[in-house]
DNA sequence: CCTCGCTCATTTTTT
DNA sequence: ATGAGCGAGG
């Protein structure tokens, strides 16, 4: 069965996935085909036998990668499983782990996530005594803020203080040292965060010798999402393809919603320095939305400062349903319409729930409807905000699963100390000082001093004497950390029969684990997506299900159906936002965002009174970036919408 | 010196 | 629901 790749594909979707060597910019609309270009060139590669494993291609989550892969090995044939994928982090990662030792690294090092961080930097701060004397210093999570921030735009601690928090300019001196400290100090205990793995990536690259070991290895890039790089991803890219310049980049700069992240579409301009003869290909006709809804869309982005591109527009699916505003008087009242609503189109139109999602700025914001999903009884996934392995029980029972692979964590460790009764930030340092220096980390017993913690001591050595011997499955070892960490769970929390089914879960994932290092390094690089609200494993979210998603968590993906919940000033365009222009366009990117996930139906609801809290009533008006539909008949509008 | 429990304030988006 | 800040008590 040969792929007829001339008919399957419009004129421009052909050339990008025919056209082989070369450098490719691939401009591409909401909807053009984008996912389908990819899988199509993929498939395309393979079947004219480049070895699957010299392709590489970045997306900007494994999953995305995986179904790709997955669709061109449908289209072609299995060899398009064994394809490189994952994330720049992901790949770097993996390229640490086995060549690292080239710039110093040692290969069992440990994977911060952005709460591990924090965690960090508050020992140091304490250290330091910083937060004590000094009053207003700023706290753990600001202070990681402001570190990322300074590298991912390649910004001087100065500039970044100078810029977004000027009223910790004063004490530049204190948080540069700081900022020292925390280098050495993972250094010193073998931990790397999310930034280090792309600055390490990008530090290895450059020996030449890697370089081309690398270069060699992979004969073709391919980069999804490439509007949401930054410019350290413009230079792996770089440093990956220059050998051969095989390389195809994906994107649309409409949809650039990661520059908090130091994502920056003027990456394209990088990318053109360093490859001058970059050639573009534009991707411009839509295939997924009504003309009607494009309409909307494009009306959208209409006051946006940048004109990207020229309007979407679609040849085939006319559609007659026009997009909706709905106003309601209450949060409730607007959960109500939106699962009114939904029951209709699912019982009169039969339309499956898995073809409905509602979207929605920030986690919070769909809480009242969830009250009201759970009410009725209709399944939902929720994903984005909050992440079921961020929570504090999961992180315990980590922790102890961390040391194990790498006895140097101090992060880890203080953690797993603080479990114990009367252990504080400062008796941990010390215990973990003194197991620095012991032949065998886990020989606990051994510590002097802390008579007052011989018990606990003595029965967390009995727990590693079980977990360390010989090479463990992962779900062996996270059974005997459960045993032990039992009791400590359930005097700390009071809702622990929640907490614990949580931590079955857990235990249902890790089964799936032969390696306890590659389990961690996925939970801290590719955890579970859904939230911990919605149900979690794979078999419940393989049931029928509405799906709940921040429009970060939504992209790249669609619907027939699409609600975009709480488009009120104040909660869409985040009230953080407003101030700075740069970051308003953002927000409106994102409203566009969440609107190009519709197929067929798109409304929009807001309620002009919130809730606070304390539950005390404010008013809150219509999103701004609703204001370009009032006029031409392009929405209908529903309820009580006389604001609007 | 250190931990613990109380109170008050606070929540963007994600690898 | 969580985190920081503060003061009491071990």
Redesign the pocket.
């Known amino acids: 069965m040969k792929i007829d790749y001339e008919k399957e594909l419009n004129p421009a979707q052909y050339e990008a996935v025919t056209r082989r060597e070369g450098v490719f910019l691939v401009i591409a609309g909401a909807g053009s085909g984008k996912t389908r270009t990819l899988v199509y060139r993929v498939a395309k590669l393979v079947e004219s036998d480049i070895p699957p494993e010299s392709i590489l291609l970045l997306t900007?989550?494994r999953k995305a990668s995986l179904e790709m892969l997955h669709r061109s090995s449908m289209l072609a044939d299995d060899r398009c499983n064994r394809v490189s994928g994952g994330?720049f982090?992901?790949v770097g990662n993996l390229l640490l782990r086995k060549y690292g030792s080239a710039i110093g690294m040692s290969p069992g090092f440990t994977i911060l996530?952005?709460s591990d961080s924090q965690d960090c930097l508050?020992i140091l701060k304490t250290e330091k005594g910083y937060?004590k004397e000094i009053k207003n210093?700023p706290?753990?999570?600001t202070l990681s803020a402001i570190f990322s921030f300074s590298i991912n735009k390649r910004m001087p601690l100065n500039l970044v203080l100078a810029k977004a928090y000027p009223q910790f300019l004063f004490l530049l001196e204190e948080i540069t040292h700081l900022k020292a400290a925390y280098s050495e100090y993972k250094k010193k205990h073998n931990l790397v965060d999310?930034d280090d793995l792309l600055v390490l990536f990008k530090e290895l690259l450059e020996s030449p010798e890697i370089q081309e070991k690398v270069q060699r290895q992979y004969r073709f890039l391919m980069v999804d999402e490439y509007q949401d790089t930054n410019i350290l991803q413009a230079e792996i890219i770089n440093l990956l393809g220059r050998g051969h310049n095989n390389i195809m980049a994906v994107g649309d700069p409409a949809q650039c919603i990661y520059s908090?992240?130091g994502a920056n579409f003027g990456n394209i301009m990088e990318f053109e320095r360093f490859f001058p003869d970059l050639q573009v290909i534009k991707l411009e006709e839509n295939y997924r939305s009504t003309q009607k809804i494009l309409d909307v869309c494009n009306a959208l982005m209409a006051p946006a400062r940048e004109k990207f591109a020229k309007n979407l527009f679609s040849k085939i699916k006319k559609g007659k349903e026009v997009p909706a505003v709905v106003g309601s008087d209450s949060p409730a009242e607007e959960a109500y319409f939106i699962v009114d609503t939904i029951e209709e189109l699912t019982h009169t139109l039969s339309l499956p729930l898995n073809d409905i999602a509602v979207l929605f700025r920030?986690?919070?914001h769909s809480f009242e409807l969830e009250l009201e999903l759970n009410k009725r009884n209709i399944h939902f996934v929720k994903y984005?905000?909050f992440k079921f392995v961020e929570?504090?029980h999961i992180k315990d029972v980590v922790s102890h699963l961390r040391v194990v692979a790498n006895p140097n964590d101090a992060v880890s460790w203080t953690r797993l100390l603080l479990l114990m009764?009367?252990?504080?930030?400062?008796?941990?340092a010390k215990v973990i000082q003194q197991i620095q220096a012991l032949e065998n980390p886990f020989a606990l017993t051994k510590l002097k001093g802390f008579e007052k913690f011989r018990k606990p001591l003595h029965d967390l050595e009995q727990l590693f004497r079980h977990i360390t011997a010989a090479d463990r499955p992962p779900s062996l070892i996270i059974e005997k950390v459960l045993d032990y960490y039992n009791p400590a769970l359930e005097s700390k929390y009071d809702?622990f029969p929640k907490r614990k089914r949580d931590l079955d879960q857990f235990l249902g994932i890790a089964a799936k684990y032969k390696k306890l290092d590659q389990l961690l390094a996925d939970m801290a690089?590719e955890?579970p997506?859904a939230s911990r609200n919605g149900a979690l494993a794979d078999a419940k979210t393989r049931e029928e299900h509405l799906v709940l998603s921040?429009v970060?968590?939504a992209k790249g993906l669609e619907w027939h159906t699409v609600f975009v919940m709480g488009a009120n000033e104040g909660s869409f365009p985040?009230p953080?936002?407003v101030e700075d222009e740069e970051e308003l366009e953002e927000e409106r990117r994102l409203f566009y965002v969440a609107a190009t996930r519709a197929k067929e139906r798109l409304y929009f609801t807001f309620s002009t009174l919130k809730k606070d809290?304390y539950g005390n009533f404010y008013s809150a008006p219509p999103s701004q970036f609703l204001h370009p539909l009032r006029e031409n008949g392009l929405v209908k509008k529903l309820g009580s919408w006389e604001y609007f």
């Open positions: 900007f989550t994330t982090h992901s996530d952005s508050g937060g210093f706290k753990k999570s999310y908090f992240r920030n986690s919070f984005g905000g929570t504090a009764d009367g252990m504080g930030p400062k008796t941990a809702d690089l955890p997506n921040t970060h968590s985040n953080y936002a809290r």
